[in-house]
């Protein structure tokens, strides 16, 4: 019976997870660390680590089914990343000097509204009008928000999937499906620093689980890409727009339990 358990919960999350990074590049520890923590007991950093795992695989599938389309802009990726990586450790360091704040439903809320945002006001832009934009402006944006991005994430803590969608989208004016294949490949070299990093100060964690969470969010994350890729604009963003909005509700009926 536990087991059993341990299999749907598992499967469950990492449904929810796969389907987030999938459709949004969201990171699939918004969704398997409250679920491993509440139905499982799972102490927090091992879930996190776990969730940070399942997260490289799926955000490389995806980030990969994304690039096969056309839908991925490598270039202004990897300075972006870069910028991401740095920023988040400065971020952690400021966090570590000032009181504790109530910032642990930051990701989940963001999670929600932006989903509420993608079916009121869906992205619509082209890749014509991406095209239209200066190489030399847009290499600028990416460093600055990359930035921006790496230092909110590294003192919050949580966040990042969303916030590089919501800036790749609104800021940066990027289309929905070069958005979401630019934001899962950075998210895959993100989740696998920090699973490492998780590992080695943590130790590993339960293999059962952790092989069950890898494999079904890296399915998952799979089945979606290959839609949102097929998908016309319209569609995608409802879809995602709902994903998210789903997801954001559930997690903060999880973490009220």
């Known amino acids: 019976m536990e087991i059993l358990v341990k299999i749907l919960v598992c499967f469950f999350a990492g449904m929810g997870a796969g389907l987030g990074t999938g459709f949004a590049g969201m990171s699939a520890a918004a969704v398997i660390s409250p679920m491993l923590i509440t139905f499982l007991g799972m102490p927090a950093y091992a879930a996190v680590g776990i969730a940070l795992a399942s997260d490289v695989l799926a955000s490389a599938v995806s980030a990969w089914t994304y690039g096969k389309n056309g839908n991925l802009d490598i270039r202004n990726g990897i300075v972006m990343m870069v910028s991401v990586l ?76 969303m916030m590089m969608l919501l800036i790749l989208t609104s800021v940066l004016g990027y289309e929905l499906k070069t958005a979401v294949g630019t934001s899962v490949f950075i998210m895959t070299f993100t989740a696998l620093t920090g699973a490492v990093s998780h590992f080695l100060m943590g130790g590993f964690p339960d293999p059962f689980i952790f092989c069950l969470c890898v494999l079904f969010t890296f399915l998952w994350a799979r089945i979606a890409a290959v839609f949102a890729n097929k998908a016309s604009a319209v569609t995608l963003n409802r879809a995602t727009g709902v994903v998210l909005a789903l997801l954001g509700a559930v997690i903060m009926v999880v973490n009220w339990m």
């Open 86 to 161: 740095c920023f988040t450790v400065v971020g952690s360091w400021v966090a570590s000097h000032v009181p504790n704040t109530a910032m642990g439903s930051f990701s989940v809320c963001m999670t929600f509204l932006l989903g509420i945002k993608f079916i009121v006001k869906p992205v619509m832009t082209t890749r014509e009008a991406m095209g239209a934009v200066d190489a030399g402006k847009r290499f600028r944006q990416s460093m600055v928000c990359g930035i921006l991005i790496g230092f909110i994430c590294g003192f919050v803590g949580a966040g990042g999937g």
